[in-house]
DNA sequence: TAGATTGTTAATCGATTAACAATC
DNA sequence: TAGATTGTTAATCGATTAACAATC
């Protein structure tokens, strides 16, 4: 173990063990196999060990994991153990999305704070929250100490905030904007697209209704 | 060639290309190398034209790719050359932020209806549309023919929606609710999960500020 | 104890990247 | 033609899965 670094696969699948332990723990099930989980998972069960094993050991032989303890462990691993305060960027449809989104507080996921640069919004009340000046934001986060922060503003303006957040503490950005942001090598940067979501899911979807009958457009030169 | 799956890593990336080539259109460029298209993408040369390499043959060598056949390519590839209709089941928060999405138009991603279960909202204007019963969804899709579904529903009621979106005809589905989805094998599912990329940034951006001094959080049995 | 299930090693699988002959 | 860049093959890398000794 000692210096592997974990697999980011391995990350993205342990927030949905925590699910499914929470779920279990929800319907009042107290142990559960890697078995059981990969049958409520869909992830294989040797998958599943596997990616605990980068963290240490937290089952019983011919046992199982308990549910409420594992819970706590991943909550641990993924620093959901405490508060996380959150710097959302951008007071438009996105933003309304996430400081409405109910499942955050069950995460001790928290949105501290959010900013705006339309001095129309700057003031209002968004959520819980009001509406920031952009321009404070270094000076707020002073307080607040956040690490993570949210992008949901126009693709033109997702590098300024990029550049901002960074300066403002933050090292873990999750970025809405169609855009590859630029940052130094110690923030790391998620992007969510709707648009590439729903590009795969379009050539999925229609490449399933032609059954593979052929090629999917065969290109060629003519093309160019 | 012939009788390879293109892998999903692939399809992702197509769109990423997509975005790059449609910036360099806007800003006058004609032709593009693959060298050209990582130094925007961040996405290694060789694995660009490996990527399209399942799909034909786009390039002249010693050349590049003229940008506006790449992106009719591209758009072919993906079906976003044609207007593709879109079902979106629920008209909350996520749902708002999606119908008021400025970026799905220039890619011929149209939400062609909106569909909820309360009849305090049925009936209602959202975005350009009229929020219509759930109980309609297979006749109206009838007419509209949409292969794509987005469920945007909580958690509880995301599988009677996604049997109902299949049954309505829908082959694609992108999925914000927090659950795991049975479809057929024919359907494809991608999942939207805000909570999960927090999770992986709170590991990432925590992990950070540590520099990685020792280990995650040992665990051990006293964790059990 | 016998049965079950873990943690981990080794084998498999698939995806990424480097290298280069073909070609514009 | 010489220089540049493609498409593709082969090498590398990393992630997934099967198998099994250790152990509750």
């Known amino acids: 173990m000692t210096e592997t670094r974990v697999p980011i696969p391995t990350l993205e699948r342990l927030a949905i063990y925590l699910r ?23 992830i294989n069960a040797a998958q599943f060990r596997k990616d605990l094993s980068y963290f240490g050991e937290f089952g019983k032989p011919g046992v199982g994991y308990s549910v409420e303890g594992l819970i706590q462990c991943i909550e641990r691993i993924l620093r959901l153990d405490a508060e996380q305060p959150i710097l959302l ?36 009340p ?5 509406i920031e000046d952009i321009a404070r934001i ?8 956040a690490r993570l922060g949210i992008i949901a503003v126009p693709a033109h303006a997702a590098q300024e905030v990029a550049d901002l957040l960074v300066e403002a503490g ?6 809405f904007a169609p855009t590859i942001l ?42 160019v």
């Not at 933050?170 to 970025?175: A, E, K, P, R």
């Open 182 to 223: 630029r940052v130094p090598p110690h923030v790391h940067v998620r992007n969510v697209s709707f648009l590439q979501e729903l590009a795969v899911l379009s050539y999925q979807a229609v490449e399933e209704s032609l059954c593979m009958n052929g090629q999917a457009s065969r290109g060629g030169k003519d093309a």
């Open 20 to 42: 499914v332990l929470l779920d279990a723990h929800e319907a009042g099930i107290q142990t559960l196999s890697s078995q059981e989980v990969e049958q409520h998972s869909g």
């Open 89 to 124: 960027v951008g007071a438009g449809n996105i933003g309304a999305a996430l400081v409405g989104y109910p499942n955050f507080q069950a995460h001790r996921l928290r949105i501290a704070a959010v900013f705006d640069n339309n001095f129309v919004k700057i003031g209002r």
């Open 126 to 130: 968004f959520g819980d929250l009001v």
């Open 138 to 145: 270094r000076e707020i986060n002073a307080t607040i100490g």
């Open 170 to 175: 933050v090292t873990g950005i999750l970025n």
